[in-house]
Every structure is written in structure tokens, then in C-alpha cells.
């Protein structure tokens, strides 16, 4: 990699902004194919029981309907259970939409209609008679805590707690001790653009599935497990996703229905779901969690226990590791975590945006911040003092870690030394000013991922690669890293992603894609360089004729001589000479098996730390979060524009968390009442004021050769536990059950 | 969504005629709301009868001082009228408290009287609902009641009206002027909508076919002292938990004349005279404030998940009546509940 940075690092806009803004950007639900049929989906009213009859006969009677899919009449297609499974499926039996008589849980998909038009089929649905024998349901988490049970190892990624030491012996060597339940309820992703799969029937089997996903090779491997279609067979296409936030991780059932009803009926169709409908799958669990702390009397942690119990579904385990980060963030020798999961009659959760370690960091920040007050600390100063310089949990030094820059960076931007330590002792006029803080820690990862760089003969270089962008800046990122690479205009490059047609890239998640692909974007370009350069060689150039790769370099559009800047050649020159249209590199970090049972020689994570300002009505108790600074710590920063676009969102997130955010369930229906954006509330502009993010300096060129760590995720960490701290500095009270709402208040 | 007609009307008369010719048929104006609950199959005209072009949405003074909104007139349009920022800003403050500017742009005076009820359980057509369909039972009693009411509720029915603006219109003492099949008529706002009762399907007064064609406010407008407080779960786009709308008339520290209307407590915005009435003739103190406020929750019975509305009704009823009094002074760090527009 060239120390010189044209690109790397600066913050440029949006590539894909100006097709956003034009409405020329296409989604899923907006591909118009010719003579498409549309499908809508019919959800069940009831949590569990029978379908006992389905009279659909005055809706096959319109005219317009072309057919009423139900468990009835949807064929058999795989029969094995891991045909079903995706790159991210939890342990157990994934759910197969339209199987059979049975209802697992409110808003079950339970019939597709497929009409000339979305409003037809809209309307049948309205009049489709179902008729249903009523089971009795649980899905009240608090009421089954006794049957929870350790899930095994069925998720990627998922990692059993491990405890150490002996929390008893640390307990009763502390001499301040804190103890309390946590809770949050379930929360669904919603993102803007709500699911929808346009199926274009291409003759012969032959599909062009436009999907909403944050995976293409996911959607892919998924149809053609379930329906036997080749790779030719099922084409993948995800250019824009509307928001992810970890729902497009797994296919969702409107990708099984639209294919199903596409081969049928050998027609284009499209089935987008409804808002309500939004509700109906994978979503942030309800999360029971019981910390306990001990210090010595230096302030030392001496003791840590944390237990988490979370909802699954009947049917899968889904796991995520809410607990685990507690043994790594802070040192501390004596740590006891666990980890269950109850089984309840609602759908199987979803990885949502820092899976676990947001809700493990609610009930452990908020637990910080107690302890801190029953040792006589300040809350940073008592983080400080329980700093990890050596990761416990996995037993290995980190690889990099400017946490402590964050705390110093964060808090000289806050003002944090100003705070005094008694709650309600800040004053705006009448308000109580609450001043808290939090932080977290996440995982820095990196997948195989495939790439290909194209330069034609105009000098245009081509970088491509089968991932997506939910919106994070994975286009302008990647363009801004192959620009940098072979020393073009960024004008001259274009990414091109989200197409099975593409080379192999990870799901986007886990705020692994830009390590992934970037990475790998670097390695397309130093191959396709080298092949240059032995072009150049065959060409009457004598300037490289004994040049190695390492001689030369690419800057403005040419290849030069490392040792004489002056002697160059203009790239699309080689090009032209080659004879081809185009030349063309691929690079594929595909791992050995070897190499991925090597152990790891570091322990590599982000870090962050948030800082937070409440103004509390005394009166009403109406919370307002007027300041918010966050220092993250995650390696090199490709486009600080973007990434900062990521924090932000992170921080917005974080508040609603921990002032609005929650799917209500009615116990007696077993069903999410606020199945809206009415009703789900999210904070509109008027809630957020300043937001502040610090990207502090951290290199790190072992975590990979660019040295990123990822910001998708780590800038929700502490969010909501810091303003849980800051109300409880402004008012005294201290919430442990979040959202916190007016009532909680009062 | 069922298969509808649609007319645009030109004229009253041919509205009214055209809605009694059809059984099935509902008037439309900006249909911010109606559309969502055809969307939610909860309403299912067979007919729309489109009121855009009826001339009604003049904002006009009136002769007896007073001012009168076309019922067409849109939300957006009143909020922002010289009129009505001059004369009535408490009207001006309530409809900006509520929906977005985009809906308000779109939503019409009339409209806004005639909204529906925004619980969950009406919404949701798997859940039995007396409103949407009577005798079925109501499912929000013993359920999740965040925005139901704790006032005037009965056995069949604990829904509350949603609007901010009818707040005010019943602080101000309007009058809603209508047109049906019998002729014209006019109904004074606190018996324009109903309390639930054993007929909860029923929101208001109006008999079958009448149209609502304009609103009166009288000309006493309250624009020195007042107040609307609007306490939500998110700063804007939300509905009440709580809102008061409060009017004094002070002869410097004694209140001449009073007003209270509450939103997000019952099936009608809640107008409560007995508590005016402790409040006038009374310095204007904290003291007043909150025995009136004591009086207007009096009777006031919670579900549960919403008992909290009961205490945060007190406070902010005294809050309002506060800030109504301090209006001229300066404005304490509590304008953030009524910042945004």
C-alpha cells in the first residue's frame, strides 16, 4: 500500500449519491418488468394453533386473480431442513413459508395472492376466508426464565461465554458490591425500504430475482437449495438496499413466495411486504439480564457476573453473544457469565445492528456507572482504572486498541472534568442536566472475498465484487480504495456490486465488508498491476524492461519508475497495445482450511466511548439528549464522511433505544400491537441535537494489511446505557428498564 | 382496499344528494386519514365523494368579530393564517403540535374533526373491536393502553380522540357549522363529539349525510394568555400522551376568565367547566392550578399501562396554566415541548 493518500482517508461523498437523489437508484420493489403479476401476502391473526379450512373460492372468482398459494397447494420442494438454511441460520428447523396447517406465530404468513395488480391482489386478501382452530400460546418471556436452557453452537459467529476465576471469592473480596436486572424488549429493524422480491421469469426456470438483501450469494444458494435451480437458473440482483441494519442478513419469506409463485405460474412477479408485515420475522430479542460488580478498595474490579435470558422462537436457536464482551472490556480476574435462551411462540430473532453486545453493553454499562457511584468513582475514571491492556477472555494480546484515547479525546470535547458527581446537581434554568457515559467494544473482522479489476482501453478501470451497500458507503469506499491503488481519478473508476454474476463476497454484516473487500479491492489492483507491467514489458518500452512490480508505481493515470518519476507510460496506452479491449485481474482471499484453524495471534476489536448530555423537565420528566460526543476507535478511516454518516446513525439509534424504542407485544394475542411507523416510535429530527464523533488515531497492520476495524457497528455500543447514566445524574433515578419512557419517570 | 367510485363535488347540495344516493358512501377531504384506514380494510366506502372543489376553505372574519374556517381550509393553512397566528395563536400552537408539516399540508379543518381514534386495537383487524365493529368487545381494556383514555371511558370502549386542533376548538368555544338532508345547522363543539358510551362506533353527533361546511371560532380569542402543552413519547409526529390546552383572562393577577381542554384522555377532547370555574375569580397560583387540576382528574380512572396519565395530566395541566400566566416573561427551557412545529 502507498503511503501517498489521494483517496484513502478523505472524505468524499457519496458515488452512488447523485442516482439516489436522481431516482435513478432502482430497488427491489421498482424493477417493472414486462407482464408482471404482483403478490400479496395474507398474515395470520392468531399466534398458534391450526388452519382447519380455507375458502378461497370468491377470490379465485375475481377476475384478475391468477392464483391463491396456500399450504394447500404450494408444492413440495426440498424435504431436508438444510435446504432451508442460509449462511447466518441459527441451530434447529428453519421456518418454510406456506408448508403446512400449522401456526407458529402472530402474523404467520399464511396465503400468497398473485393478481394482475397490487391493488387486486391487496383487495382478495381482504376477502380470503380463513378459518382457524386457536391454541394457547406463551410468549411471555418473564414466565419462562426457569425453562431456559444453554443453546448449543448452532450460529455462526456465536460464541459460548466463557467464565474465569471465581466470582464468589471476587464478590466477597470486593468491598463495594452493585447488583440489578436489566431489561429491553423486543425491537424490530425497519428499515425504510420494506421487503420485496421482483422475480422476472426468463423462460425455461431461468430466473432474474431482484431481492432485498444485505447478501446476493445468500438469496442465491437459498433458492436453489429449496427449488433446485442451478446458479444459471437463479440470478441474484441487489444494487441499492434501502437500510439493512442486519434484516437482509437471512432471506426473508417473500423471496421463497415470489420464486414459488414465479416458477408456478411461469409469470414475472413481484411481492413486496406491507409496513405491518415489517413485523412478522427476525427482530432484536427481549433480553433479561442480571449483572453484578465488586471492587477492591483502589477501585479495582474484583468480582463480575453477568447472566443474560433471551427469547427464541419454537423452531430455532438464535443465539448472539450478549455477554461475552463483559470478560474482555475491562480486566478484572474473577468473571462469571452466562447465557440462555427461552423458547416462545413468536418468530426466531434476527441479528440487529452490534447483535448482543447492544443489549449486553445496556445492562453492563449501566452496571459501570452504579458500581463507579458505589466505589465514590467517577465513572471514567473508574473505566480507566479497570482498563484492559491484555485480553483475558481469549488470552491474547490486542492486536491495537486506542480505547484510552477515546476516553481522553471524548471527554476533553465534552467537557466531562467539568461534571460534578451528585445527581441533580447540574442546572440549566429549571432543568436538570445529566451528564453520563458508556462505551463498548466489538468484534474486527474479516471474511474471504473475491475481486475483480477490469482497465479498458479507455483507461476506465472496472472493480467488481458480488457485495452490497445497505446504505454504509461500500461503493464510495471501494472506489476511493481502487483509485488509490492504481493512482487514477477517482472519476475513472466505478465499483459495481450486488450480482451473483459477480465474484463471491461475504453477506454484509458483521462491519466486516470493508475490511473484506477493500482489502481484497488492494490485491485485485496489485495483480491487475503486475500484469501491466509485464505488458509493458512486451511493449518497445525500455524504461521497465528489467523492472519488478516493486519498482514501479501507478500515479496519475500512469505507471512510473519508482527510481525516475519522470519515465512513465499512461496506463490505457498498455492497455490499447495488449490488443484486448481489456485487462483484467481477479483476487480471491479464499482461506485454506489450514489457515482457518490457525489460532489467532491477536485479539482484534473497535472500541468506542460515548459521552452524553440529558436536560430532564423536573416537573414532567420529560428527557431531552442535547449533547452526544463519541470517540471510536477502529483503525484506518477510509472516508471519514461516510463513517461519520455510520456513527451517526449509530448515536440516533442508541437514544431511541433508550427513550422510545420497543414492539409492544399484547400477551393475550400474542401479537406486536404497534406494528407501525406511528407506533413504533424512532426519534424524528426534532429529538436529536448535537452529535459530535471523534475517529481517534489508531494503526494497526495486523488486524489486515489496510488496517480497518469496521464502524458499522460499534458506534451503538454504550448509547443507550450513557443516557440511562446521564438521566440518572440529572434525576437520581435509575432505570434499568429500557425504553425509558415518561412513566418510568414520573 | 375494496373497488371504489369517486366524485368530485362542486356544490354542497350535490355532495350531500350524491352521499345519500349511495349506501356506502364517505365524504373526503385531504384523506390523511381516511386512506390509511382503507388501506387497514377498518373503513371500507364504496363510494368517495371528493370536497376539494366546494369553495369551502376560505378563512373569512365574520361580523359578529369572531372568524370563520372553511372546513376545506387546510390545517397547514389555518396553523399560518395572519388571523389566526394574530387572534387565536392557541389554535396556531395546537395544530402545529400535531401530525408533520406534509400531512398538515394535506389534512383539512372539516378532516381533522373527523379523525379516527388511533388505538392500536382499532387498527388491527385481528383484534375484536366494539368502534370498528360493535358487540365484538373491546380488546384495549386489560391491554396495552399507552394512548387510551382515563376519562369518560365506559365498559365497550376506552379509545380517545387523537386531535390536537379540536383541543383548542373546544377551549375557544367553537361552533361547527353543517349541511345535510335536512338543511343547515350548526353544533356547539363540546356536543359535536360523544363520549363512547354503549355506542362507540359513533364518534360524534352528526346524522347520516351531513357534511361539516365550516368552523366558527367566537371572537374572543384568549391571544394574550394560553398555552398548549403537548407531552408525547417523541418531540414531534407523535400522538398525545397528554395535552392541555389552557386560555386565562387576567386582571393582573386575578383570572377573569379560564378555559381547560385536555387531549389524549378521552374519546372527546375534555373540556371540564368545574374546573374553570375553580380557577376564576382566583389568583393565578400554582395553588389554583393545581386544585383545578385536581378537579379536572377527579373522576379519572386508568387501564394500567396508562395509569401514569393521570398524575402527568395533573402536572401538565398546572404546567400550562403556568405558562399561560407567564406568557410575556421569558420562556423557561420547557418551550422544548412546544418547540416544534
Given at each position: 500500500?502507498?503511503?501517498?493518500?489521494?483517496?484513502?482517508?478523505?472524505?468524499?461523498?457519496?458515488?452512488?449519491?447523485?442516482?439516489?437523489?436522481?431516482?435513478?437508484?432502482?430497488?427491489?420493489?421498482?424493477?417493472?418488468?414486462?407482464?408482471?403479476?404482483?403478490?400479496?401476502?395474507?398474515?395470520?391473526?392468531?399466534?398458534?394453533?391450526?388452519?382447519?379450512?380455507?375458502?378461497?373460492?370468491?377470490?379465485?372468482?375475481?377476475?384478475?386473480?391468477?392464483?391463491?398459494?396456500?399450504?394447500?397447494?404450494?408444492?413440495?420442494?426440498?424435504?431436508?431442513?438444510?435446504?432451508?438454511?442460509?449462511?447466518?441460520?441459527?441451530?434447529?428447523?428453519?421456518f418454510r413459508p406456506l408448508h403446512d396447517a400449522e401456526i407458529k406465530y402472530s402474523l404467520q404468513p399464511v396465503a400468497l395472492i398473485v393478481a394482475d395488480t397490487f391493488e387486486l391482489a391487496r383487495y382478495a386478501a381482504s376477502i380470503l376466508h380463513i378459518e382457524y382452530e386457536e391454541a394457547a400460546h406463551e410468549t411471555e418471556l418473564t414466565k419462562h426464565i426457569d425453562e431456559a436452557y444453554e443453546p448449543g453452537r448452532g450460529k455462526t459467529g456465536y460464541k459460548p461465554p466463557k467464565s474465569r476465576g471465581n466470582f464468589g471469592r471476587g464478590w466477597k473480596e470486593g468491598v463495594a458490591h452493585m447488583e440489578g436486572q436489566f431489561s429491553h424488549h423486543a425491537q424490530h429493524h425497519n428499515p425504510m425500504e420494506m421487503f420485496a422480491s421482483t422475480v422476472e421469469w426468463l423462460g425455461d426456470k431461468k430466473l432474474n430475482i431482484y431481492d432485498k438483501t444485505q447478501g446476493v450469494f445468500n438469496s442465491q444458494q437459498y433458492v436453489n437449495k429449496v427449488f433446485g435451480l442451478s446458479k444459471d437458473q437463479a440470478r441474484v440482483i441487489s444494487k441499492y438496499t434501502g437500510g439493512g441494519f442486519g434484516s437482509g442478513l437471512r432471506p426473508q419469506y417473500q423471496l421463497f413466495m415470489a420464486v414459488m409463485a414465479s416458477l408456478q405460474l411461469e409469470r414475472s412477479v413481484r411481492v413486496s411486504l406491507t409496513r405491518q408485515q415489517m413485523f412478522s420475522f427476525g427482530h432484536r430479542p427481549e433480553t433479561l439480564q442480571h449483572v453484578a460488580l465488586a471492587t477492591a478498595a483502589d477501585g479495582s474490579l474484583t468480582g463480575m457476573n453477568h447472566f443474560a435470558v433471551a427469547e427464541t422462537s419454537q423452531f430455532e436457536d438464535f443465539t448472539e453473544n450478549v455477554v461475552g464482551w463483559t470478560g474482555t472490556l475491562y480486566d478484572c480476574k474473577n468473571v462469571k457469565l452466562g447465557y440462555r435462551l427461552a423458547k416462545l411462540d413468536v418468530f426466531s430473532p434476527l441479528d440487529m445492528r452490534a447483535p448482543g453486545a447492544a443489549s449486553g453493553s445496556i445492562a453492563l454499562e449501566i452496571a459501570m456507572d452504579e458500581m463507579a457511584y458505589a466505589a465514590g468513582l467517577d465513572p471514567l475514571e473508574f473505566r480507566i482504572r479497570n482498563y484492559s491492556d491484555f485480553d483475558q477472555a481469549q488470552n491474547l494480546p490486542y492486536s491495537s486498541k486506542a480505547l484510552r484515547k477515546c476516553y481522553a479525546e471524548g471527554a476533553a470535547k465534552f467537557g466531562w472534568e467539568q461534571r460534578t458527581p451528585e445527581p441533580g446537581s447540574m442546572r440549566d434554568g429549571n432543568l436538570l442536566v445529566g451528564w453520563g457515559m458508556g462505551g463498548g467494544i466489538w468484534d474486527a473482522s474479516k471474511q474471504p472475498a473475491v475481486v475483480k479489476a477490469s482497465l479498458d482501453a479507455d483507461g476506465h478501470l472496472t472493480v467488481s465484487s458480488g457485495t452490497n451497500d445497505i446504505g454504509t458507503g461500500t461503493y464510495t469506499i471501494m472506489t476511493q480504495i481502487a483509485a488509490e491503488s492504481m493512482g487514477l481519478p477517482i472519476e475513472a473508476v466505478t465499483f459495481v456490486l450486488g450480482d451473483t454474476t459477480l465474484p463471491?463476497?461475504?453477506?454484509?454484516?458483521?462491519?466486516?465488508?470493508?475490511?473484506?473487500?477493500?482489502?481484497?479491492?488492494?490485491?485485485?489492483?496489485?495483480?491487475?498491476?503486475?500484469?501491466?507491467?509485464?505488458?509493458?514489458?512486451?511493449?518497445?518500452?525500455?524504461?521497465?524492461?528489467?523492472?519488478?512490480?516493486?519498482?514501479?508505481?501507478?500515479?496519475?493515470?500512469?505507471?512510473?519508475l519508482r527510481t525516475d518519476l519522470t519515465q512513465g507510460i499512461v496506463l490505457r496506452d498498455i492497455v490499447q497495445a495488449s490488443g484486448?479491449?481489456?485487462?483484467?485481474?481477479?483476487?480471491?482471499?479464499?482461506?485454506?482450511?489450514?489457515?482457518?484453524?490457525k489460532p489467532p495471534k491477536y485479539s482484534m476489536h473497535a472500541h468506542n466511548a460515548v459521552f452524553v448530555e440529558v436536560?430532564?423537565?423536573?416537573?414532567?420528566?420529560?428527557?431531552?439528549?442535547?449533547?452526544?460526543v463519541n470517540a471510536v476507535?477502529?483503525?484506518?478511516?477510509?472516508?471519514?464522511?461516510?463513517?461519520?454518516?455510520?456513527?451517526?446513525?449509530?448515536?440516533?439509534?442508541?437514544?431511541?433505544?433508550?427513550?422510545?424504542?420497543?414492539?409492544?407485544?399484547?400477551?393475550?394475542?400474542?401479537?406486536?400491537?404497534?406494528?407501525?411507523?406511528?407506533?413504533?416510535?424512532?426519534?424524528?429530527?426534532?429529538?436529536?441535537?448535537?452529535?459530535?464523533?471523534?475517529?481517534?488515531n489508531e494503526e494497526d497492520d495486523k488486524v489486515n494489511p489496510l488496517g480497518i476495524k469496521g464502524i458499522g457497528e460499534v458506534g451503538l455500543l454504550g448509547v443507550a446505557a450513557a443516557v440511562a447514566n446521564a438521566i440518572y445524574h440529572a434525576t437520581g433515578k435509575r432505570v434499568r428498564d429500557l425504553p425509558i419512557t415518561i412513566d418510568k419517570l414520573l | 382496499m375494496n373497488s371504489f367510485t369517486f366524485t368530485q363535488a362542486t356544490a354542497v347540495e350535490a355532495a350531500v344528494q350524491d352521499k345519500a344516493a349511495h349506501e356506502g358512501a364517505a365524504y373526503i377531504g385531504g384523506g390523511t386519514n381516511l386512506i390509511d384506514l382503507m388501506k387497514e380494510n377498518v373503513a371500507r366506502p364504496t363510494h368517495l365523494i371528493g370536497l376539494k372543489n366546494?369553495?369551502?376553505?376560505?378563512?373569512?372574519?365574520?361580523?359578529?368579530?369572531?372568524?370563520?374556517?372553511?372546513?376545506?381550509?387546510?390545517?397547514?393553512?389555518?396553523?399560518?393564517?395572519?388571523?389566526?397566528?394574530?387572534?387565536?395563536?392557541?389554535?396556531?400552537?395546537?395544530?402545529?403540535?400535531?401530525?408533520?408539516?406534509?400531512?398538515?399540508?394535506?389534512?383539512?379543518?372539516?378532516?381533522?374533526?373527523?379523525?379516527?381514534?388511533?388505538?392500536?386495537?382499532?387498527?388491527?383487524?385481528a383484534t375484536p373491536c366494539n368502534k370498528r365493529e360493535p358487540g365484538s368487545g373491546c380488546s384495549a381494556i386489560g391491554g396495552y393502553t399507552r394512548v387510551h383514555a382515563i376519562l369518560g371511558t365506559s365498559e365497550q370502549c376506552i379509545a380517545t380522540h387523537p386531535s390536537d386542533m379540536c383541543v383548542a376548538l373546544a377551549a375557544l368555544d367553537a361552533t361547527v357549522r353543517v349541511s345535510g338532508p335536512n338543511g343547515e345547522r350548526t353544533i356547539a363543539f363540546e356536543d359535536f363529539h360523544r363520549l363512547p358510551g354503549n355506542t362507540p362506533e359513533r364518534d360524534n353527533n352528526l346524522e347520516p349525510g351531513e357534511l361539516i361546511t365550516g368552523l366558527d371560532l367566537p371572537a374572543k380569542g384568549f391571544e394574550k394568555n394560553f398555552s398548549y402543552l403537548k407531552l408525547r413519547d417523541r418531540t414531534s409526529y407523535a400522538f398525545a400522551l397528554v395535552s392541555v390546552a389552557a386560555t386565562l383572562e387576567l386582571d393582573g393577577t386575578t383570572i377573569k376568565d379560564a378555559r381547560l381542554a385536555l387531549g389524549g384522555v378521552a374519546h372527546k377532547p375534555w373540556r371540564d367547566k368545574a374546573a374553570e370555574a375553580l380557577l376564576i375569580g382566583q389568583p393565578a397560583t400554582a395553588d389554583t392550578f393545581r386544585r383545578a387540576a385536581a378537579k379536572v382528574l377527579e373522576g379519572a380512572k386508568g387501564q394500567g399501562t396508562n395509569n401514569f396519565k393521570i398524575e402527568l395530566a395533573k402536572r401538565a395541566i398546572v404546567r400550562a396554566l403556568k405558562q399561560a400566566t407567564e406568557m410575556n416573561q421569558a420562556l423557561d427551557a420547557t418551550a422544548f415541548q412546544n418547540s416544534n412545529p
Open positions: 500500500m502507498s503511503l501517498i493518500t489521494d483517496y484513502i482517508g478523505k472524505p468524499t461523498s457519496r458515488v452512488d449519491g447523485p442516482a439516489k437523489v436522481l431516482g435513478t437508484a432502482k430497488y427491489a420493489a421498482e424493477f417493472n418488468v414486462p407482464n408482471l403479476l404482483y403478490g400479496y401476502v395474507v398474515s395470520s391473526p392468531i399466534a398458534k394453533g391450526k388452519i382447519t379450512k380455507i375458502d378461497s373460492e370468491k377470490v379465485r372468482a375475481l377476475p384478475g386473480v391468477q392464483e391463491v398459494f396456500t399450504h394447500e397447494n404450494v408444492p413440495n420442494y426440498a424435504f431436508l431442513d438444510r435446504s432451508y438454511k442460509d449462511d447466518v441460520a441459527p441451530g434447529g428447523s428453519p463471491e463476497s461475504p453477506l454484509q454484516g458483521g462491519s466486516w465488508t470493508a475490511a473484506s473487500v477493500g482489502n481484497s479491492v488492494v490485491e485485485a489492483c496489485n495483480k491487475l498491476g503486475e500484469a501491466l507491467l509485464k505488458q509493458a514489458q512486451k511493449m518497445d518500452h525500455a524504461t521497465f524492461k528489467d523492472a519488478k512490480i516493486d519498482d514501479v508505481q501507478f500515479v496519475n493515470g500512469q505507471m512510473r484486448e479491449p481489456k485487462m483484467e485481474a481477479e483476487n480471491s482471499t479464499v482461506l485454506t482450511k489450514l489457515e482457518m484453524l436536560k430532564v423537565d423536573p416537573d414532567l420528566m420529560t428527557v431531552h439528549v442535547t449533547r452526544v476507535a477502529a483503525g484506518r478511516i477510509i472516508n471519514p464522511k461516510t463513517a461519520r454518516s455510520q456513527v451517526l446513525g449509530s448515536v440516533v439509534w442508541g437514544i431511541s433505544s433508550a427513550l422510545m424504542e420497543e414492539s409492544v407485544m399484547d400477551h393475550r394475542f400474542g401479537r406486536y400491537m404497534n406494528h407501525n411507523y406511528a407506533e413504533y416510535h424512532v426519534p424524528v429530527n426534532a429529538d436529536i441535537h448535537d452529535i459530535d464523533v471523534i475517529f481517534v | 366546494l369553495g369551502l376553505d376560505n378563512i373569512e372574519n365574520t361580523p359578529d368579530g369572531g372568524l370563520r374556517l372553511g372546513a376545506l381550509a387546510t390545517n397547514a393553512d389555518t396553523a399560518y393564517h395572519p388571523e389566526v397566528e394574530k387572534r387565536y395563536p392557541l389554535l396556531n400552537q395546537a395544530i402545529l403540535a400535531g401530525a408533520s408539516p406534509q400531512l398538515r399540508n394535506m389534512a383539512t379543518d372539516g378532516g381533522n374533526l373527523m379523525q379516527r381514534t388511533r388505538c392500536y386495537y382499532f387498527y388491527d383487524l
